[in-house]
Nanobody, 126 residues
Framework: EVQLVESGGGLVQAGGSLRLSCAASGFTFDDYTIGWFRQAPGKEREGVSCISSSDGSTYYADSVKGRFTISSDNAKNTVYLQMNSLKPEDTAVYYC???????????????????WGKGTLVTVSS
């Protein structure tokens, strides 16, 4: 059974930083895309950042480029999202999701992901 467990969310002031972690287990895909998605109240879920295991390619939404960095530690089966210079509009529930194969470039198409974590709440105060 594939399990994704997010952690690291919380309350932070604008301009601050947080690091989200996603501990993955139960999948044996040789090639996969894993990433972070978020959903703010009343808004559609969106792809924030993804990374492909095949070539390490990454995707970042325009709204987070230069502020967020995705990374993975294969030994720990964990994916991280370092979030710097946080803004109130970054407030959302952040989800980790994975799909066998795929490509980081397809990150905006969140509905294509196969497995999801339960999410972690990030609140950025102004």
């Amino acid at each position: 059974e594939v399990q994704l467990v997010e952690s690291g969310g919380g309350l932070v002031q604008a301009g601050g930083s947080l690091r989200l972690s996603c501990a993955a287990s139960g999948f044996t895909f040789d090639d996969y895309t894993i990433g972070w998605f978020r959903q703010a109240p009343g808004k559609e879920r969106e792809g924030v950042s993804c990374i492909s295991s095949s070539d390490g390619s990454t995707y970042y939404a325009d709204s987070v480029k230069g502020r967020f960095t995705i990374s993975s530690d294969n030994a720990k089966n964990t994916v991280y999202l370092q979030m710097n210079s946080l803004k109130p509009e970054d407030t959302a529930v952040y989800y980790c999701a994975v799909k066998e194969g795929y490509s980081a470039a397809y990150c905006p198409y969140y509905y294509g992901m196969d497995y999801w974590g339960k999410g972690t709440l990030v609140t950025v105060s102004s």
